[in-house]
């Protein structure tokens, strides 16, 4: 498809383990982003990658979060030594770069992470 | 800082009646609005925008103008359907900055026959 695509779709994990989250973009994206969107709560936004700039981390909560993204197209957020205040849906997104601020994020479905 | 507030849902009409979603925001300089949906099983996609004041964003129905006075940004439509049963989410994009949105709570909205 077109879109963009994330895998796992569900991941249930025990505490303390690590999980790690894949995000492919629509071709052509640049950009790429993560956001967290927990129950009852807005998107928390999280990482952002332009291009072969350094990302934007400023909205990772811990350093248990990582993220990378290989060849500026996939990427993966990691989390470890998961807690179970990490359980939400990690939403990824990917629009143009900059000089194309339309505004206009192409999201995944997102992956639902369950911590027990 | 920058910050999106909107009404808490659900909300719940019949099929044919007004819809209103109230969003205010802060934020410094002039940022871009948008209001984004979530239908069921679907990731969210831009519903519409607006990027300076007096601005109106509409689509599929829905309108939403840009009031800088009031700060805000509420989304109407002036007959909902079943299939409009959705999320919605109001988000503001920095001025000057690249594509970060910040986005409100959600709204969850259910039509209803």
């Known amino acids: 498809g077109a879109g963009v695509s994330q895998s796992p779709s569900n991941k249930v994990t025990e505490k303390g383990k690590d999980v790690e989250l894949r995000c492919d973009p629509i071709s052509g994206h640049t950009a790429l982003y993560w956001y967290r969107q927990s129950l009852g709560q807005g998107l928390e936004f999280l990482i952002y990658?332009?291009?072969?700039?350094?990302?934007?981390k400023s909205g990772l909560p811990s350093d248990r979060f990582s993220a990378e993204r290989t060849g500026g197209s996939v990427s993966t957020l990691t989390i470890q030594r998961t807690q179970q205040e990490d359980s939400a849906v990690y939403l990824c997104a990917s629009s143009f770069g900059v000089g194309a601020n339309t505004g206009e994020l192409f999201f995944g479905e997102g992956s639902r992470l369950t911590v027990l | 800082g920058n910050s999106v507030t909107q009404m808490e849902g659900p909300v719940t009409l019949s099929e044919e009646a007004f819809l209103t979603i109230n969003c205010t925001y802060t934020?410094?300089?002039?940022?871009?609005l948008f209001w984004y949906v979530q239908y069921p099983g679907e990731g969210l996609q831009l519903l519409l925008k607006a990027t300076k004041a007096d601005d109106k964003g509409s689509n599929k129905g829905f309108e939403a103008t840009y009031r800088k006075e009031t700060t805000s940004f509420h989304l109407e439509k002036g007959s909902v359907q079943v299939s409009d049963s959705a999320v919605y989410f109001c988000?503001?994009?920095?001025?000057?900055?690249?594509?970060?949105?910040?986005f409100g709570a959600g709204t969850r909205l259910a039509v209803h026959p």
């Open positions: 988000a503001l994009s920095p001025s000057g900055g690249y594509n970060k949105l910040i």
């Open positions: 934020a410094t300089g002039y940022p871009s």
């Open positions: 990658f332009q291009g072969n700039s350094a990302p934007d």
